[in-house]
């Protein structure tokens, strides 16, 4: 394909519209000021997204780890990776403990009450408790799994998140609990805790997060100009400062496939493939 015969459409979800839209109409005004004209819509689930993916109405999508990792596995060599923020590179879940509790390692965690994410949770449960089993601990029969009441979101979605768990290890009804690295200190800055009171016992190897997914029909050379485009955006740039602020990142990096293995073997190994996204 030498030529797109209509806008680029991208698709994201719009869990915070507000944000959603600002960030959105901030990186449409973007590629249309630099000739890659761009139209975006939002949909109100991952799994109406990546359909739409997959039915080849939507040409790239904003995807969370599982959403993009679906996609790779559904469509092998067809969906692809473009790029991501610079803060989904390299990240890492913890366990973390408070440091009374005297847990230091996973032995010290072994008949103790662990928090968990809910069980389709990419980083929360999936990745986490794939790795413990490679490393001799399985959570079913090594700790207490702690079971904490989930946040239902707009779109209709309950998750325990990551707040809900570090506020149990904080106030004691769990020993332990599984965090997503990037986001301990803000945990940490809202509880009324200091980085003595908080040790980490273990961490994942390091993982890629959130990227745009190319869908299958999406030609080599539209999917190369749109990467250029995008890691070529100016941080300095009022509007794009604000929107990268928003979206949590200081640049946009080029990526591939890589670094979702580990989550792509993680959800054929819970027999997942296709039945969330």
Not at 186 to 214: G, K, N, Q
Not at 219 to 247: H, K, N, Q, T, Y
Request: glycine share 6%.
């Amino acid at each position: 394909m030498t030529e797109n015969p209509r806008p680029l459409l991208i698709g994201a979800t719009a869990a915070d519209p507000k944000r959603a839209i600002f960030i959105w109409n901030a990186i449409r005004k973007y590629f249309n000021e630099v000739g890659l004209e761009m139209e975006y819509a939002l949909y109100s689930t991952y799994d109406a997204l990546c359909s739409a993916v997959l039915e080849g109405h939507v040409d790239i999508a904003w995807n969370a780890p599982m959403a993009h990792a679906q996609l790779l596995l559904q469509s092998p060599d067809a969906c692809r990776t473009l790029a991501m923020r610079d803060t989904d590179e390299d990240v890492h879940t913890l366990i973390v403990a408070r440091a009374d509790a005297g847990i230091t390692d996973l032995d010290d965690l072994r008949g103790r009450r662990l928090a968990l994410g809910v069980d389709v949770s990419s980083e929360l449960f999936l990745l986490p408790v794939a790795q413990l089993a490679e490393a001799g601990f399985d959570v079913e029969s090594d700790c207490e799994l702690v079971e904490l009441e989930p946040t239902e979101y707009p779109n209709l979605q309950s998750w325990v998140d990551d707040w809900a768990i570090f506020g149990a290890v904080v106030d004691g009804r769990a020993d332990a609990g599984v965090i997503f690295e990037p986001w301990l200190p803000s945990l940490m800055r809202r509880h009324p805790v200091t980085e003595h009171d908080i040790v980490e016992v273990w961490r994942t190897r390091p993982y890629s997060h959130c990227a745009f997914t190319a869908g299958p029909d999406l030609g080599d050379d539209i999917s190369a100009r749109f990467v250029e485009l995008l890691v070529a955006m100016d941080p300095d740039e009022p509007e794009i400062a604000e929107m990268m602020r928003m979206e949590h990142l200081t640049k946009w990096v080029r990526a591939t496939d890589d670094g979702w293995g580990d989550l792509m073997g993680a959800v054929e190994k819970a027999e997942l493939v296709g039945k969330i996204f």
